[in-house]
């Protein structure tokens, strides 16, 4: 009796765990085949989707479809043009270079497009975000920037790029690049100026008959960050257009543009140029108060003016392009060089003209100091013998008399004498006082008076037409 109970209680445990495991495997059966127990009890509900967004079973290959369709044809081939929309978020303007001509900036680029291939079923109608893994394996939009030098997606961690897919197919494709682009900038009013830039998206392969390529929101499509600035400029304005660009051997193409307009700042270019050779020009003109005499202080003075004027004029071209025309910079910094020039220039005419003066008042003196026998303008000298009148004594009285001189060559006449007779001191006083009233007048010199007024007005007059012609 004891081996066949003990049997007996053995086999309903076992009978027992069998019929619940066999429960929960048809509970499980039944939690992912629901609708087909539903049609199997003849209920007359309509066969609901399965949402595939919540299967733990499909690949992304298999939920999008990827392997069904080829991908390398543009969706709805040989039909309308596909419309992408376009949206820029710009990040950053990095630098502009004058020299190279080019601006570099940094965006988050965005194509908005819709490809029913993509298309899928979701009982809550939420999109699926992928990363840039799966944009190899289907269709987007080949926009690429015109006139473009450099560019680059950022990769760190990985690369910024965003596939966002919608389940009616619409399709967000976004990515952040960097773009150093050309930018055609007219420096004929440098550093007064201010450039306008562009930068321009276009399809690469597909014409305006397979691809319309437009901005999405219109002038609200280019969104700007409020921290952008930059050191040299002032960021104006921002704004969008599109046009169609035409190519003789492939066609018409759409075409967008981010225009952007900047302005110099000045503040800059005044410390460090137009200050600088206002002072050197102002500096040459103190050579017009110092001693014409002194040549070796007004000589030093006028070339370190020209030789610093020539160290700016050097140091602005340096850093900029070189352009075949003149810029704003260029005429302001020359007419300052012409007269820290003229200055140099002004003092040799002065040098010159007082060496002659000098020679000239030289050969004067000499020719006062010595006797003259050739005239009677100074000194005249008369030969008397003993016999001579009274009269004749008395035309002599405007002359002195010198001490007489025996003649001992010649014995035959010796009552000769030599009289020497000079011009009375009333003539001789009247000429000192006019030759010294000259050396009052030549210590400043006429061309140094002229010049102390003339070059700072002609400058005044200058930089007064320069600036509201360029401001």
Known sequence: MMPSLRHLLVSLLFLGSFGECRNKHGTRERRWTGAVETQKHGTSLPKKPPDVTKSRRLKTEQLLKVDDHDFTMRPAFAGPAIPVGVDVQVESLDSISEVDMDFTMTLYLRHYWKDER???TSSTNKSMTFDGRLVKKIWVPDVFFVHSKRSFIHDTTTENIMLRVFPDGHVLYSLRVTVTAACNMDFSRFPLDTQTCSLELESYAYTDED???YWKNGDESLSIDDKISLSQF???KFHTTSRLAFYSSTGWYNRLYINFTLRRHIFFFLLQTYFPATLMVM?????????????PARVSLGITTVLTMSTIITGVNASMPRVSYIKAVDIYLWVSFVFVFLSVLEYAAVNYLTTVQERRERKLRDRASLPCTCGMSHTRTMMLDGTYSEADT???AGYTEAPMV?????????????????VSSESTNTKKK???ALRIMQNTHAIDKYSRMIF????IIFNLIYWSVYC
């Open 406 to 422: 025996p003649e001992e060559v010649v014995p035959e006449k010796p009552e000769h004498m030599v009289v020497h007779l000079s």
């Open 456 to 459: 700072p007005g002609a400058y």
């Open 234 to 236: 002032l960021i104006q």
């Open 394 to 396: 008395n035309s002599l």
């Open 211 to 213: 691809l319309m390529l």
């Open 283 to 295: 500096l040459s003109w103190v050579s017009f108060w110092i001693d014409r005499r002194a040549v």
């Open 434 to 436: 006019g030759i010294r």
């Open 118 to 120: 993509l298309s899928f």
